[in-house]
C-alpha cells in the first residue's frame, strides 16, 4: 500500500479520468455549433446532454455492483471502449437521432470511470491520504474539460466537427490501452477478497441505502457538483456566447477558470476533510451558499452582467466540483469496504440527478419563453434568467434531504460510537472560549 506500483496505477487512473471527462464535457464547447448541424430547438439540442446524464445516473449503481462483483480494472478498460464507439457515432452524425445515440454511449461509458478509480484510490493506498487523493483524482480529472474547452474547441472551430470529436475519441483509445497494460484491482501481497455472489452484492444494496451516510453522500454531491455541471456541459457556453456577447476564446476561457479553482480548492478542501471529519456538511453547506449569493447576484443584475461578477460566478462553481467529493468520504466512513462501490454508485447519482433535471428545464424554459414572445431570440439574457432560476428550486429541495440526512447520520454516530457533534456555532464558540483561556 502507498508503493511507487500505487502511484503508477494511480497515474494511469487519473489518464483514464481525463479522458471519460474530455469526452462528457466536449457537448459543452459545441452547444452553437450543434445548433447549426442539426437545426434543433433548445429543448431538443439539451436532449444531448441530458439523455447523457440519465444515463450516466442510471449507470451508477449498477456500476457500483459490478465493482463489488469483478473489480474497477474490468469497468475502467469496458468503460473507456465505449466511449471512443460514442464519440466516433457523434463525430459522423449529421441528424440528431444518431447524434443522441452516440451520446448514450459515452454517458455508459463515462459512467463507470471515477466510482472505478475511486475505488482502486481506497484498494492502493490507506491512511489519512485517501481522502486528499480522492479530491486530487476529481481534480486532475477535471483537466479533461480544458482539453475540451481549448484545443478541442480550437480543433471544432478550424477543423470542423468530425475531426473535432475523432481527435476526442483518440484520447479516450489511449486511456482503453494504458487501462488494459498496467490497471490492476489491488497491490499483488494484498489477498484478494472473496468474490460475493450476486445475489449477495443485491441483498447489501438495501442497507446500503438506508444508510443515512450514504444517503448524506448523495445529497451532498446532490447540491454542490450541479449547478457547475449544467454550466460547464452544456449552457454555460451559448450564455456566455450568445447571451452575453463574449467571444468562444473568452468563453473557452472562463469555461478553463472552472477548472482552475477546482485545481486549487480541491487539495484545501481534501486537507479540511481529513482534518475536520465531523464538520464535512458544512464545508458542503458553505459552498451551496457562496454559488446561492453569486448566482442571485449574477440573475438579478439590471441589464447585462459585467465580466467581473461572470467571474466570480465561475470562481464559485469551480470549487462546487471538489466539494461534491465531499461526497465520496462520507460514504467511505459510513460504509465496510465490501459494499464500497454500490454506496460509491449512489453518491455519483446525486449531482448528475439535479445535473440532467436542471439541464432539461433550462432548454423546456428558454422554448417557452420564445414561443412566448418573451425573449427577442432564443438565447436572450431576460430568458437565461428565468431559466437559471430553475437552480433555486432544485438545489433548495436537496439541502432540505441534506440537513434530514445528516441529523439521522449524526444520531447514528452518537448510538453506534458515542460521538456527538453539536451544532457549528457551539464548537466555534467552544474554540474561541479555549484560545482565550
Do not use: C
Not at 473489480?71 to 473507456?80: D, E, N, S, Y
Amino acid at each position: 500500500m502507498n508503493s511507487k506500483r500505487s502511484w503508477f496505477v494511480f497515474a494511469v487512473a487519473a489518464v483514464a479520468y481525463v479522458s471519460a471527462v474530455l469526452e462528457r464535457s466536449t457537448l459543452g464547447v459545441a452547444g452553437v455549433s450543434a445548433a447549426e448541424r442539426f437545426d434543433a430547438s433548445a429543448a431538443v439540442l439539451s436532449s444531448l446532454a441530458v439523455v447523457q446524464l440519465i444515463v450516466y445516473a442510471a449507470l451508477q449503481i449498477p456500476n457500483g455492483i459490478l465493482i463489488d462483483r469483478i473489480g474497477p480494472k474490468a469497468l475502467v478498460v469496458a468503460g473507456t471502449a465505449i466511449m471512443v464507439v460514442g464519440q466516433l457515432t457523434l463525430a459522423f452524425s449529421t441528424d440528431i437521432g444518431p447524434a443522441i445515440l452516440g451520446r448514450v454511449l459515452v454517458g455508459a461509458g463515462d459512467s463507470a470511470i471515477f466510482i472505478s478509480v475511486i475505488r482502486l484510490v481506497n484498494s492502493w493506498f490507506s491512511g489519512r491520504i485517501v481522502p486528499q487523493l480522492s479530491q486530487w483524482m476529481g481534480n486532475l480529472g477535471a483537466i479533461g474539460q480544458i482539453l475540451s474547452a481549448v484545443p478541442f474547441a480550437i480543433v471544432l472551430h478550424s477543423a470542423g466537427w468530425s475531426v473535432a470529436f475523432t481527435s476526442a475519441a483518440s484520447v479516450a483509445l489511449l486511456a482503453f490501452i494504458l487501462s488494459l497494460i498496467v490497471l490492476s484491482d489491488r497491490p499483488a501481497g494484498v489477498a484478494a477478497i472473496e468474490t460475493p455472489t450476486l445475489a449477495a452484492v443485491l441483498k447489501r444494496l438495501g442497507p446500503t441505502l438506508r444508510r443515512p451516510g450514504t444517503q448524506l453522500g448523495f445529497w451532498s454531491h446532490f447540491v454542490t457538483q450541479s449547478s457547475g455541471t449544467v454550466f460547464a456541459l452544456f449552457w454555460g457556453f451559448p450564455f456566455m456566447v450568445s447571451a452575453l456577447g463574449y467571444s468562444p476564446t473568452l468563453a473557452s476561457g472562463l469555461l478553463v477558470v472552472i477548472v482552475v479553482v477546482g485545481l486549487i480548492s480541491g487539495p484545501i478542501l481534501g486537507l479540511l476533510t481529513a482534518r475536520f471529519p465531523m464538520r464535512r456538511s458544512n464545508l458542503v453547506l458553505g459552498i451551496v451558499v457562496m454559488l446561492g449569493v453569486v448566482w442571485t447576484a449574477v440573475l438579478v443584475w439590471p441589464g447585462t452582467p459585467p465580466l467581473w461578477l461572470i467571474v466570480l460566478l465561475v470562481v464559485a462553481m469551480g470549487a462546487g466540483g471538489p466539494g461534491s467529493l465531499i461526497g465520496f468520504d462520507f460514504a467511505r466512513t459510513f460504509n465496510p469496504p465490501q459494499t464500497l462501490g454500490s454506496a460509491n454508485g449512489v453518491v455519483n447519482v446525486g449531482g448528475f440527478t439535479a445535473s440532467f433535471v436542471m439541464l432539461f428545464l433550462i432548454g423546456v424554459i428558454l422554448d417557452a419563453l420564445h414561443s412566448a414572445g418573451w425573449s427577442a431570440n432564443l438565447y436572450d439574457v431576460s430568458a437565461f434568467r428565468v431559466a437559471f432560476a430553475v437552480q433555486y428550486v432544485v438545489i433548495g429541495i436537496g439541502v432540505l434531504f441534506l440537513l434530514n440526512a445528516r441529523r439521522r447520520a449524526r444520531l447514528q454516530l452518537e448510538e453506534d460510537e458515542g460521538i456527538s457533534v453539536g451544532p457549528l456555532w457551539v464548537a466555534l464558540s467552544a474554540a474561541w472560549t479555549r484560545k482565550r483561556t
